[in-house]
């Protein structure tokens, strides 16, 4: 009899372990594609950071050429 009571024991102790483990997986899984969002995230605003700065050197470069067409003028 013990030795049935045994067995009943590790079957549901083999099911709690697989649902707990299952448990884990999901749980891990959202946290995976939480990151991947964080990350997509993170990739879009580089790129916006990057270009702002690419506009803003253009727009110094601009400033600085006609800075220098002005003082050219001038000294016409």
Same mark, same amino acid.
């Given at each position: !009899?013990?030795? *049935?009571? =045994?067995? =009943?024991? &590790? *079957?549901?102790? %083999?099911?709690? /372990? !697989? $649902? %707990?483990?299952? %448990?884990?997986?999901? /749980?891990? %899984? =959202?946290?995976?594609?939480? +990151?991947? #969002?964080?990350? #997509? +995230? $993170? =990739?879009?605003? @580089? /790129?916006?950071?990057?270009? @702002?700065?690419?506009?803003? @050197? &253009? ?7 006609? !800075? ?7 000294? #016409?």
């Amino acid at each position: !009899m013990n030795e *049935k009571n =045994k067995e =009943k024991e &590790c *079957k549901n102790c %083999e099911e709690v /372990k !697989m $649902a %707990e483990l299952s %448990e884990r997986i999901a /749980k891990l %899984e =959202k946290d995976i594609s939480k +990151q991947d #969002k964080r990350d #997509k +995230q $993170a =990739k879009f605003l @580089g /790129k916006v950071i990057f270009w @702002g700065a690419v506009a803003s @050197g &253009c727009n110094a470069i601009f400033g600085f050429v006609s !800075m220098i067409t002005n003082w050219i003028e001038r000294i #016409k």
